[in-house]
């Protein structure tokens, strides 16, 4: 997904730590690392993009 529709993704990732944020999901320390650094992985590529 990452490849084909990278704001797509960015967009599930944010929403997935949201989730978290709120309760909705009990994330483990180890998933809620794993998604920051998608995050900013993601977040680093978009603005070379721009």
Do not use: H, P
């Amino acid at each position: 997904m990452k490849d084909n529709n990278r704001w797509a993704y960015f967009s599930i990732v944010e929403q997935m730590m949201d989730y978290e944020k709120r309760g909705y999901w009990k994330a483990t320390d180890e998933q809620k690392e794993k998604l920051l650094e998608v995050y900013l992985e993601l977040e680093g590529d978009i603005e070379e993009d721009i």
